[in-house]
């Protein structure tokens, strides 16, 4: 990243460093959350070289001071965080120019934390929960090969559990920038409501004692079917985070241009934008650039570079089916609010 916030330690605060392509290879923690009011601190050119000498830490909104803590307790040195890593000016030029970069900030984080269920960046996630569950050590006489995963450490007792708390629900997954923020990563560390949720390309696993494995997903659809490969479905069963890691796994190693004509190549594309198209915005305009990032790395996947305005160009005349669900074939619109949209993106593009 162009910025990061150098976390600091209980003798020394935070404060804004920048780097150059001659600086030395850093390991930084990302930052997804939800502003819902402006943040206290945010960076611009005036106060650029204040926030270089120090941050107080008491300055800062609750959700940015204990993201900060978590990095710390990780012995994670700096974080990413978009309010003061990029400046907030009217004029939008350092905007402009980082909003394409988000596949390498978040993708290239050593972890992205994720502030799943609070609405402000004032409200802070490291507080007290309800308890729902009991976390009890294993017996001691219980020998340490019990299963093939290593030593059980615990048992968790629970009276009962929604399994909606399972789900990552919230004003997050409502927003439209962050849809690209929980897929780009390798590894996710979410903060809900209920419980911590760890994401990387080999599990899932809650705070609450639960694991869902992608080998053992894998397996479980291999003992029902022998036939695993290429076009046959089983990924779709799978977390859309699982879908998007494992990929390039799934396609075929002979990518060719006939790849580029099967409809089960753009599968994933088309169930993503179901999923980003209800997602609010606070400027629209964004809608194209905000999943930019996801573009960038679905294209590498299946080695296309044609992607035009939310769609690709190999598979254009399917891709141009798509239909608002619900809405009738002519919209009562204004001519001023359809000059706005076209003004903005192409009208044959879903994005318009």
């Given amino acids: 990243p162009k910025r990061l916030i150098n976390v600091g330690d209980e003798s020394q605060i935070p404060f804004l460093v920048e780097s150059s392509p001659s600086s030395q290879q850093v390991t930084w923690l990302s930052l997804s959350y939800c502003w819902g009011q402006e943040p206290s601190v945010k960076l611009s050119l005036d106060n650029l070289d204040a926030l270089k000498r120090g941050i107080p830490l008491e300055t800062l909104d609750r959700t940015i001071q204990d993201a900060i803590l978590v990095s710390r307790a990780l012995n ?125 390309h080999e599990e899932i696993r ?34 859309t985070f699982m879908i998007f890691k494992i990929l390039p796994r799934y396609l075929p190693g002979n990518l060719d241009s006939r790849l580029l004509l099967e409809p089960e190549t753009f599968r994933l594309w088309y169930n993503l934008i179901e999923e980003y198209t209800p997602r609010r915005f606070k400027n629209i305009s964004d809608r194209l650039v905000a999943i930019s990032g996801l573009a960038q790395v679905f294209g590498n996947m299946i080695r296309c570079r044609e992607y035009v305005a939310g769609l690709w160009k190999p598979d254009l005349i399917r891709g141009l089916m798509w239909h608002v669900e619900g809405a009738k074939l002519v919209p009562r619109r204004s001519t001023e609010t359809m000059r706005a949209v076209n003004a903005d993106f192409p009208s044959w593009s879903w994005a318009s």
């Fill in 76 to 200: 994670i040195p700096y974080i990413w965080i978009d309010a003061l890593c990029i400046t907030q000016d009217d004029d939008g030029k350092d905007w402009t120019e980082q909003a394409p970069k988000m596949s390498e900030i978040y993708g290239g984080s050593v972890l992205t934390l994720v502030v799943a269920s609070e609405e402000s960046v004032k409200d802070g996630f490291l507080k007290e929960r309800e308890l729902r569950y009991i976390p009890i050590p294993r017996s001691s006489n219980q020998p340490d090969n019990f299963n093939d995963a290593g030593p059980i450490t615990k048992v968790f007792l629970s009276p009962e559990w929604d399994k909606s708390n399972d789900h990552i629900n919230g004003h997050w997954t409502n927003r439209g920038w962050t849809m690209q923020e929980g897929l780009l990563p390798s590894r996710l560390l979410h903060y809900t409501s209920s419980q911590m949720i760890w994401k990387c």
């Fill in 206 to 239: 809650f705070e609450r004692g639960v694991t869902q494995c992608l080998q053992s997903a894998i397996e479980e659809v291999s003992a029902f079917s022998d036939d695993i490969a290429f076009g046959s479905g089983w990924i779709w069963k799978l977390d």
